[in-house]
């Protein structure tokens, strides 16, 4: 690998300083790293691997899509902008969160980039990880901290997500977060 990815984990280390994640109270660094991480048993590409590193510096850091495309390049922050939710600041996480889950799966669901599904999976695949640990401990009452409450809903959107995913059913990584996914949300379906 190449100076691209080593740039990246500097860069992302920097902007998510200080940040823990939500439900595993752990440095937040670590989800990126481990999103791609699970990039590298799928592709090579080291663009793919950089934007999981850098996935959510726009969404969650104060940096701008303008820098990422400076520092990295058009297909690094073409990759990072299709994990970026917009966070619709203007209102309360917890009333937009249907708006904004719909708005990403309408642009996972349009994409043919198989680099845009690899990251998304494993991205999501991180997440599920995540709450399969807090599941197996605490039940449903990890969804109380998230701005979603209803783990039905969130059963709706990682199934969603599969689907669209679909095409990469014969990677490993996907075998895993669906496996996940019914582990969790078996329970909580609508």
């Known amino acids: 690998m190449g100076q691209l990815l080593d740039e990246a984990i500097v860069f992302a280390t920097h902007a998510h300083a ?19 991480s699970i990039i590298a048993t799928m592709t090579g590409d080291e663009n793919t691997m950089a934007a999981g590193v850098l996935h959510d510096t726009i969404e969650d850091c104060d940096v701008n899509p303008k820098e990422i495309k400076q520092r990295f390049g058009a297909r690094v922050s073409a990759l990072v ?24 799966l309408l642009m996972l669901r349009n ?43 969130h059963g709706w959107y990682y199934r969603t997500i599969a689907g669209y995913l679909e095409s990469l059913k014969d990677q490993y990584a996907y075998q895993e977060y669906t496996d996940l996914v019914e582990k969790v949300f078996r329970d909580n379906s609508n």
Request: glycine fraction near 2%; proline fraction near 6%; hydrophobic fraction near 30%.
């Open 18 to 36: 200080g940040q823990v994640r939500k439900m595993a109270n752990t440095p937040y660094i670590l989800h990126p790293l481990e999103v791609a």
């Open 81 to 104: 902008q299709s994990e970026t939710e917009d966070k619709l600041s203007d209102r309360p996480p917890a009333d937009t969160w249907m708006e904004r889950k719909e708005d990403s």
């Open 111 to 153: 994409t043919k980039d198989e680099q845009v599904k690899i990251l998304w999976l494993a991205d999501k695949l991180s997440n599920m990880r995540s709450f399969y640990r807090e599941y197996c401990q605490k039940g449903n009452e990890i969804f109380q901290s998230l701005n979603q409450k209803d783990p039905a809903m």
